[in-house]
């Protein structure tokens, strides 16, 4: 990880559930402007204007974590070329993910810079191309939804935003080899009788976000009868983190999502826990075009490297607190590349 990163001051907490819900409001509009280390503002994504993108049918596939290229080096590429003409990489994040991708709230700051897991891993990939300055990125939000159509439609280099990768999303998009294990569980408020995925789900109402793996998983799931056919799909929500909001309300009884984003949901907000044992394994990826085989070839390459040490590093500092600290059970095993 380089000096800069190091530099970074660690995450202060956010300060209580209040703190929070401010938070989840801004994810409910997800246009809040994002700025680089050098203070150059950046819009987000997600409103009137986001690109409608038709998405091709994924070939059926197995193993969807092992499909991605070999890594390189190499930098002469066209998509390459371009980020380097530009003098900076452009990637999707999100802004509200607590030790993911956030804005610390206790920050003195107006426009605290953004922090986490993720936005270590974008750091670390914008130094390794275009060398470790304060101005190499630009950050912009996206909703849960809007992921893939800001790929598609070239409003993104990339996207490091907690995504899983998955056969349907491989149709779309490319993906990096992996950079995190986890897998869905439930969330839900800690009096609630719900235990986990499973028959005490009876009569709940369940929310996901759209786009999302955990709501592709739900429907699958209620049309095969493999969930308790009393338990209800609440109408989805654009960001995933609009769905603590919902259950803080009352409007839903549980959530399901990727344990680890859970994990720091729970952290933010007393009242709920996680219930149960994560009940799928998936690995999340880096994501880019389709057609940017030397981004994601010098991607793996990064991570390659990432592996040895500033992953630990990065894990240590985020998500020791909420996942744990052995992270063995989040480290990827090592690729088997396409």
């Known amino acids: 990880m380089s000096a800069i990163r190091r530099l970074r001051a660690s995450a202060r907490g956010w300060g209580g559930v209040g703190a929070m819900l401010v938070a989840c409001a801004?994810?409910?509009?997800?246009?809040?402007?994002?700025?680089?280390?050098?203070g150059s503002g950046v819009t987000g994504l997600g409103g009137s204007g986001a690109a409608q993108v038709t998405y091709a049918k994924a070939d059926k596939c197995e193993k969807p974590e092992q499909q991605s290229l070999e890594p390189s080096a190499d930098e002469s590429g066209a998509t390459i070329g371009e980020i380097k003409a530009r003098g900076h990489l452009i990637v999707g994040v999100d802004q509200n993910?607590?030790?993911?991708?956030?804005?610390?709230?206790n920050s003195e700051s107006a426009s605290a810079e953004l922090e986490g897991f993720d936005i270590d891993l974008a750091h670390e990939i914008a130094d390794e191309i275009l060398g470790d300055r304060p101005d190499n990125i630009r950050f912009r939000a996206i909703p849960t939804d809007q992921r893939i159509p800001a790929i598609r439609s070239g409003q993104v280099d990339m996207v490091v935003r907690t995504m899983t990768i998955s056969c349907r999303r491989l149709g779309e998009v490319a993906f990096s080899a992996p950079y995190f294990m986890t897998g869905q569980q439930v969330l839900a408020p800690r009096g609630s009788s719900v235990q986990g995925y499973d028959e005490t789900l009876a009569d709940q109402r369940i929310c996901a976000a759209q786009g999302s793996i955990a709501l592709d998983t739900l429907k699958?799931?209620?049309?095969?009868?493999?969930?308790?056919?009393?338990a209800t799909i609440a109408d989805p929500v654009p960001n995933q983190l609009d769905c603590l909001v919902r259950l803080q309300l009352g409007e839903v009884d549980a959530v399901v999502t990727d344990g680890a984003l859970a994990a720091s949901q729970a952290a933010q907000d007393p009242t709920v826990e996680l219930k149960g044992e994560p009940f799928t394994t998936e690995?999340?990826?880096?994501?880019?075009?389709?057609?940017?085989?030397?981004?994601v070839r010098r991607v793996n390459q990064v991570l390659e490297d990432y592996r040895g040490s500033g992953w630990q590093e990065s894990y240590d500092k985020w998500l020791s607190e909420t996942l744990?600290?052995?992270?063995?059970?989040s480290l990827p095993p090592p690729p088997d590349y396409r």
Not at 26 to 38: E, I, M, S, T, W
Not at 97 to 105: Q, V
Not at 220 to 230: E, I, T
Not at 283 to 295: E, F, I, T
């Open 26 to 38: 801004l994810a409910a509009l997800a246009l809040f402007p994002l700025r680089d280390a050098g």
């Open 283 to 295: 690995y999340y990826g880096v994501a880019m075009r389709k057609d940017a085989d030397d981004l």
């Open 97 to 105: 993910s607590y030790r993911w991708g956030y804005r610390d709230p």
């Open 220 to 230: 699958k799931d209620k049309a095969d009868g493999d969930l308790v056919p009393s």
């Open 324 to 329: 744990g600290e052995d992270a063995s059970k």
